[in-house]
């Protein structure tokens, strides 16, 4: 646990080292409130990637090339039977990840150099200037992959998880500063009574985020259990099978990803308008404000696509097939389910209807600080990526508090929760 916290304490130093040649503040100010894709890369760097320091691009390399391997591994045959050699297997595949997370790297740093270029952020010009800069992001990446592989080695818990828990975490300062703004805001208004109703409003604010991480809590580890028999069988002397067993599904199987996926879907007409700023009072301006995260059309299209990227995400993830086909070879089957297509069938209905209801899930999360904002008539533009930080907070502490359970328990101890 020292090495963990070690670890993320050299991590969190990293991402508050400046680099050389670049305007900072002028990039914070751009980017904040903007509602684009660079502000949600922001909250999950925690807001590295506004200040422009080392860790700028933070774990987002790593992440994405995982997804694309993901996909890789169920498109090209090659990968997915390298997936299925076991430990062997899976060693090449996180080789091949790593490599692509350093590519992704590279041509991501030169895409960040190219916008502060052309927005007037770096203080100085040039080739050399430009090697460095990119160098250090290329550099800061590959240096967070090997942390995160040493907390993996060394330490307790998923490495990359737990630093990108960590970013979320960092940003809680500005929550507590956004509480503290509303009582002096009302006090400057209302004196007193103004400072009333604002420790009123901080404590409905605070009781609601607590309701809102319990529901969180209880939908991530609520699952659908289908039983499962397996049959008696005789091998030699000995009688194997006859046991109950179930196959647990779980209520939001596919996670945070959902989430992610529509998040840079509805975020691309903000980014493009970062890139290329539309002239004022155009129709492009009318355009993009209309598609922003202030706007009701973001917010059903962004629930729209929750759902679809829900059952894309485990359609490519889970297959019925191959899950009914190996407890057919095990023995094993549904009770009042044939063995075979049945039970595919029977596993597919099953997983169409959790899935609905964990996209539902992953709405209210994610559509809900939407729907305040825009109520509220909020600035905060954090609040449109507010639901993804906290599934992705609440599911890193979750795996970690049952790593450290199953550390104690290898070693005899009662647990760590009792």
Not at 71 to 100: F, S, V
Request: charged content about 10%; aromatic content about 12%; glycine content about 10%.
């Amino acid at each position: 646990m020292l090495f963990t916290l070690l670890i993320l304490l050299l991590y969190r130093i990293g991402a508050v080292m400046p680099v050389p040649f670049v305007d900072s503040d002028g990039l914070s100010e751009l980017i904040s409130g903007s509602g684009s894709l660079f502000q949600y890369l922001n909250i999950l760097s925690g807001e590295a990637f506004s200040r422009a320091t080392l860790f700028a691009l933070s774990v987002q390399p790593y992440i994405t090339a995982q997804i694309i391997m993901q996909l890789l591994t169920i498109a090209i045959p090659a990968l997915e039977k390298m997936a299925k050699e076991g430990e062997e297997g899976q060693k090449k595949i996180n080789k091949i990840t790593r490599y692509g997370a350093v590519a992704l790297a590279l041509i991501t740093a030169y895409g960040y150099y190219m916008y502060m270029r052309n927005n007037n952020l770096l203080i100085e010009r040039g080739v050399f200037q430009a090697f460095v800069i990119i160098a250090c992001y290329v550099a800061g990446a590959s240096l967070v992959i090997w942390l995160g592989d040493q907390i993996d080695k060394f330490g307790i818990g998923g490495g990359i998880n737990l630093m990108l828990f960590a970013n979320i975490v960092s940003s809680g300062s500005s929550i507590a500063g956004m509480l503290i703004g509303f009582v002096q805001s009302n006090y400057a208004t209302r004196g007193a009574v103004g400072v009333l109703l604002g420790v009123l409003l901080d404590l409905v604010i605070v009781v609601a985020m607590i309701a809102m991480i319990v529901f969180v809590v209880w939908v991530t580890n609520s699952e659908r259990r289908i039983p499962v028999q397996y049959a008696k069988r005789v091998v030699g002397r000995k009688m194997y099978g006859g046991q109950s067993s179930n196959l647990p599904i779980k209520l939001n199987m596919a996670g945070v990803m959902p989430i992610i996926f529509a998040n840079s879907v509805v975020s691309i007409p903000a980014t493009i308008a970062m890139i290329f700023p539309p002239p004022a009072g155009s129709f492009r301006e009318k355009l993009v404000n209309f598609l922003g995260y202030n706007s009701w059309f973001y917010v059903v299209v962004f629930f729209i696509l929750i759902i679809l990227f829900a059952y894309f995400y485990i359609a490519i993830s889970f297959n019925p097939v191959e899950v009914a086909n190996n407890l057919k070879k095990n023995g094993g089957f549904v009770p009042g389910i044939r063995p075979g297509r049945p039970t595919s069938d029977f596993i597919t209905k099953v997983l169409n209807r959790i899935t609905l209801i964990g996209a539902f899930f992953l709405d209210i999360v994610a559509v809900l600080p939407l729907i305040v904002n825009i109520a509220t008539r909020s600035s905060i533009g954090s609040l449109a990526f507010g639901g993804s930080s906290l599934l992705i907070a609440v599911g890193v502490v979750l795996e970690t508090a049952r790593n450290i359970e199953a550390q104690t328990t290898m070693r005899h101890y009662k647990g760590f929760l009792e």
